[in-house]
């Protein structure tokens, strides 16, 4: 039975997200000669513009011995042009009242810049300065390299970093998302200039970017400022895709690996899932709530429970996320342990809930609470210009469509119980299961 209170819940956070969406104006596409994609979305809820870079190269598009090469651009692309001195792209922006950042992920790499809407003639003309123009001097390499570098050596010293780069390690037999965009210390001492300017020339082109532009302006202002800044830069030949060469093999068996110990014991059971265009992603990802996002989710609820024999619970934290990528991604499910001795039961653990959910399915109380989740996060990301140019860039990266996240949350609405229950089953299986055990260290 669905409480009232439930009831009213649902109906504020499904109609909350689907105004936001029927209130959002069209997305208006097009193309430069060159290649180069832009997408604009007007708004006039404050006088500021999200002009965004967003280029189709991640780590997973690295050579395999130089891992860290797309997350050096991510710092580079700050450091010096043909017209501008090192950090100026930044201050200028800043000096305006903006505000400016990046991103590298698996998929993909792009560059944020809010700022009062009379200057998008400004923001542009900085993005295309960087996208061509970019000083490769081995000195600023060297100095970057070693910023990279401090940035992997932080993430080593976290235990739950640490585990999710082994399981994907083992959970990606062929693919390059066995490893993430944040790089590899030994790959990077080996990356000269040379390898990143290469880089460099083959990915930051037109024809591998969108030009996003979300705020107070029209596509016809986008244009014009487009096709003069963006517009004289050559068309580049079709970048190489490393992984469309490395698909990952379908895993038929269950792959099990216990490494050396860590700070505290982690458990982490993985399954491959589809691609983001594919149909099955939006159950999978209520799936992936319903088991282990929010205190009341399955896998915390299971691993926390105070054990009335030992007065202890099984496990410090549980959860679990569904890593949607461009290209097949994983669900991952985890739990953080002390005592050595908790490892199998922890897994056992994980792996009965993941069972009991493919056998019967989620309450409808489940169900809803899940999707009132996914609604409420959507309705929040689209709140300001630069949450609105976030989603349009992850959409075409994800599925090749600019305005594919607007379906989004009617998507969600229409998953159903039998849904829920099928994609579990055919995606969870433990005979298909990635597990990867830390035990604690000196206990």
Do not use: C
């Not at 649902?10 to 105004?19: D, G, H, V």
């Not at 708004?43 to 002009?51: F, K, L, Q, S, W």
């Not at 066995?178 to 790089?183: F, P, V």
């Amino acid at each position: 039975m669905v409480r009232p209170l439930l009831i009213l819940a649902a109906l504020t956070a499904t109609a909350s997200a689907q105004s936001a969406v029927s209130k959002l104006p069209q997305v208006e596409t097009f193309s430069l000669a060159n290649g180069l994609s832009v997408a604009v979305l007007h708004t006039d809820a404050a006088p500021v513009v999200a002009v965004q870079v967003w280029y189709h190269v991640g780590s997973k598009d690295e050579p395999r011995d130089r891992r860290g090469s797309a997350h050096m651009f991510e710092h580079m692309m700050f450091k010096g042009t043909a017209h501008l001195r090192g950090e100026e792209h930044a201050q200028f922006i800043n000096g305006i009242g903006g505000y400016v950042n990046a991103a590298t992920d698996e998929d993909a790499t792009h560059y944020i810049n809010t700022l009062p809407s009379d200057y998008l003639d400004f923001a542009i003309q900085l993005e295309a300065e960087r996208m061509r123009n970019l000083l490769f001097r081995k000195a600023m390499i060297d100095t970057e390299r070693e910023v990279v570098k401090e940035e992997i050596r932080q993430q080593e010293n976290s235990p739950l970093a640490k585990g999710v780069l082994r399981f994907l390690a083992v959970a990606f037999t062929k693919h390059p998302y066995a490893w993430t965009a944040g790089g590899n210390l030994k790959d990077l001492d080996a990356t000269s200039p040379a390898d990143l300017q290469k880089f460099y020339n083959a990915y930051y082109q037109p024809g591998n970017a969108m030009l996003v532009v979300v705020g107070k302006t029209t596509a016809a202002e986008v244009k014009a400022a487009a096709e003069k800044y963006f517009g004289p830069i050559p068309k580049a030949a079709e970048p190489p895709r490393p992984s469309a060469a490395s698909p990952e093999p379908l895993q038929t068996a269950q792959r099990k690996e216990t490494v050396e110990p860590g700070q505290i014991g982690l458990t982490l059971v993985g399954f491959h899932v589809p691609p983001a265009k594919d149909k099955d992603v939006y159950a999978l990802q209520v799936a992936s709530i319903i088991l282990g996002s929010g205190e009341s989710s399955r896998l915390k609820l299971r691993l926390k429970a105070v054990d009335p024999k030992t007065k202890r619970p099984l496990a410090l934290e549980g959860g679990m996320e569904a890593v949607i990528r461009e290209e097949p991604g994983m669900t991952i499910a985890l739990g953080a342990f002390l005592d050595p001795a908790a490892a199998d039961p922890v897994q056992a653990a994980i792996l009965d809930e993941i069972g009991k959910l493919a056998a019967k399915g989620p309450s409808a109380d489940e169900l809803r609470k899940a999707k009132n989740q996914v609604q409420s996060g959507f309705v929040f990301s689209l709140e300001n210009a630069q949450g609105l140019a976030e989603a349009i860039g992850r959409s075409w990266i994800l599925t090749g469509s600019p305005s594919s996240f607007i379906k989004d949350v009617d998507q969600i609405e229409k998953v159903t119980v039998a849904d829920v229950q099928r994609v579990v089953k055919q995606y969870m299986s433990p005979d298909r299961a990635t597990i990867v055990v830390i035990p604690p260290k000196g206990r």
